[in-house]
């Protein structure tokens, strides 16, 4: 009874002038906080009964809200022990940095291939070409051998003079086994100089080599993607969040409604949880970002990185001992050594024969040799001969080069015989197949390309993934905003109100009525605003501005006219509004259109505000807003008397309606 009496009582003024503004502001205090009790009333109503559920009223107070599907994702993600990608990450970085091969011994390697040189095309070459020289010596020497052995019983009766002379006319040796093999034991030496120094650093050739599988399995594998993909989508998901906020004015509506007050409290701490949550991943992504950077911009070469150093380890294993091969078959040529000082004897002789032009004199001898048919004795034939009977020097050479020549070829065939030829051309072609081997070996990588990966390492692995981990606070942050918004979406609100008479649409209506009397209210003041502002004196809207504030200024008055000074209520000024001339047609769009384009700073804000508020005046509606305050206020009243009325007789017509002394509040 005491709110009803609230509602419809007059407080006497000790003021007998007529007042728009007194009268409005009196009618609005016996109203009271009725448009706030309803609105409590009803939305406790709505909570009691699931007509407003937990996630509605989320949607009421927040600014955005993260999509609960986004984040399904991260409740299935277990990372008890880590995020697989960032683990898996940090596995191989362990591991390639395990390795350590240090500075010093990644200079030691470099300082190798610039001194090594195997000369792959040169080196082929020459180990192609050695064994067909020294086949084309040791075959002809062997030949030699055996002619000269089948010669020398018949040479001083010389039945095959051409014969002994094709053997003389030629050079024994063609080539020099020796000075060949010498002079192309480099490549021998060189095989085995590079087998010998990249030999030492096997390990570290091993070292490299498991390093570069490292990185083959990085550059072919998906670790890189999916740790990218994973900063991306947290990075999606953070997005997502970021506008999360609390609208205030809704806040504050609800807030203290005892229904919603502990699951507003929630919603708070979720949104302040949410707003970290976005806060710290910008923090923490500003450490991590540059090995996202970094993986975008890293290029791996292609192909096969290991199988350079692979190569290096097994061209190390093959045998190096081939110099003492070639000291050993060179050995073995030494016969061929000594038998050239007995061809170079013999060869003298040739030469001396050809100076006294002896091959001319052959024909002598054969016609000689004819006169002594019955007569083998050779040697006396030519002894008789003209020749040697003029010069006896002459006669000398060639009588002691004869003997001494037999003797020459017989110590040449005795020394040759000692040598197997094919013995010797199968230890050479042995040794050179060896080094053929080992720079072959060599020859099948580039050493400036191979060069080049000495270093990859240091390039690849040039981050610290230790960063990362901050990914995974992100995630246990989404796990978290995850729960507590199941936790806020399946909130049961208590039952703390049963029924309610009013809906919607007429706790609307008590709300938009009120505010119609506010307005009402203030036209006074509002007036008084419009004569304070002179800054339109002058102006293409001067008149305009004068006519809307007279229209405002006959409507206070006539509303003064038609209430009652000391017994104004709701009725009262219903029936006033019904009968005053409402102002129509105010030419308030035209001012706000001039003051918005030549008005600036703080005058056009001081014109702004009031703008607004005359912009707000809904003087057409008016009447029928305070026709539904009046009903739904007289419908929520007859549902909400006392249950125990007082005994003393009440007056059954509404104060709200026709004033009764009744209805005043007791001084």
């Known amino acids: 009874m005491l709110l009803f009496v609230i509602l419809i009582t007059w407080i006497p003024s000790m003021n007998s002038i007529k007042n728009a503004n007194i009268q409005i502001s009196e009618i609005r205090h016996q109203l009271g906080n009725i448009d706030q009790q309803t609105k409590e009333q009803f939305f406790k109503w709505k ?43 940090s596995k191989e970085w362990k591991r390639a940095i395990a390795l350590n091969v240090s500075e010093e011994e990644r200079r030691k390697v470099l300082d190798v291939f610039d001194r090594v040189d195997t000369s792959q095309d040169k080196n082929k070459w020459m180990v192609e070409k050695l064994p ?16 000269i052995d089948e010669l020398f019983t018949d040479f001083f009766y010389l039945t095959d003079y051409p014969a002994w002379k094709e053997i003389m006319r030629n050079y024994l040796f063609k080539h ?21 120094i990249f030999g030492e650093l096997k390990p570290i050739f091993a070292l490299l080599e498991e390093g570069m599988k490292n990185i083959e399995e990085l550059r072919d594998g998906n670790l890189i993607d999916r740790v990218k993909q994973l900063a991306h989508k947290l990075e999606d998901t953070v997005g997502n969040m970021s506008h999360v906020g609390i609208r205030e ?5 609800y807030d203290n409604n005892e229904s919603a007050s502990e699951f507003l409290q929630n919603t708070s701490k979720f949104t302040r949880f949410v707003n970290r949550v976005v806060r710290q991943f910008h923090l923490m992504k500003k450490r991590w970002i540059p090995i996202m950077d970094y993986f975008d911009q890293l ?45 170079s004897r013999i060869r003298e002789f040739w030469s001396f024969l050809k100076s006294i032009r002896f091959d001319e004199l052959y024909f002598d001898f054969k016609e000689v040799i004819k006169n002594y048919e019955n007569n083998k004795d050779v040697k006396g034939a030519i002894l008789d001969n003209h020749i040697f ?48 081997e080992v720079l072959e070996c060599y020859s099948q990588f580039a050493i400036p390309n191979t060069k080049s990966l000495v270093n990859l390492p240091l390039e690849v692995w040039n981050f610290d993934p230790r960063p990362t981990r901050h990914l995974m606070e992100s995630v246990h942050g989404f796990k978290r905003v995850h729960k507590m918004m199941v936790e806020l979406n399946d909130w049961k609100f208590e039952k703390k109100l049963e029924n309610f008479e009013l809906n919607e649409e007429e706790v609307n209506a008590i709300s938009e009525g009120i505010e119609v009397i506010e307005q009402l209210k203030n036209i006074d003041g509002l007036v008084n605003e419009m004569n304070e502002l002179s800054g339109l004196n002058g102006t293409e809207v001067e008149e305009a501005w004068i006519k809307v504030k007279d229209a405002l200024g006959s409507l206070n008055e006539e509303l003064s006219e038609h209430l009652p000074i000391l017994e104004s209520n709701l009725s009262h000024l219903q029936s006033a509004i019904s009968t005053v001339q409402l102002p129509s047609d105010l030419p308030i ?49 007859q549902n909400n008397q006392p249950a125990n009325p007082q005994k003393e007789e009440k007056n ?12 005043r509040i007791p001084l």
Not at 652 to 663: A, G
């Open 589 to 637: 769009q035209l001012i706000v259109d001039w003051v918005n384009a030549n008005l600036k700073g703080v005058v056009h804000s001081e014109y702004s505000k009031t703008l607004q508020r005359l912009m707000a005046l809904d003087f057409a509606n008016y009447s029928s807003k305070l026709d539904k305050l009046s009903n739904s206020i007289a419908k929520w009243y």
């Open 249 to 253: 004015d809704e806040m504050k509506e």
């Open 47 to 89: 909570l009691s009964n699931g007509n407003l559920s937990s996630m509605d009223l989320i949607g009421k107070v927040l600014i955005g809200k993260p999509d609960a599907n986004l984040l399904e994702e991260y409740i299935q993600m277990d990372i008890s022990s880590g995020i697989e990608e960032l683990n898996e990450l």
């Open 132 to 147: 067909g020289w020294l086949k084309e010596d040791m075959d002809p020497i062997e030949k030699r051998a055996k002619k």
């Open 389 to 436: 009977k003029q010069d006896p020097e002459v006669r000398r050479k060639i009588f002691f080069g004869f003997n001494q020549s037999a003797d020459w070829f017989i110590e040449t065939q005795t020394i040759l015989s000692k040598t197997d030829f094919e013995k010797v051309n199968q230890a050479i072609t042995d040794t050179l197949s060896k080094a053929k």
């Open 299 to 343: 290029q791996i070469p292609p192909g096969s990185l290991s199988e350079a150093f692979a190569t290096l380890q097994r061209c190390a294993q093959l045998p190096i001992e081939l110099s003492q091969e070639l000291d050993n078959f060179t050995f073995q040529l030494q016969p061929v050594e000594e038998a050239k000082v007995s061809e």
């Open 176 to 196: 020099d086994p020796l000075f060949e093999m010498k002079n192309d034991s480099k490549v021998v030496e060189m095989a085995e100089n590079a087998t010998k």
């Open 652 to 663: 059954e017509e509404d104060c709200l309606v026709n004033y009764s002394d009744k209805c």
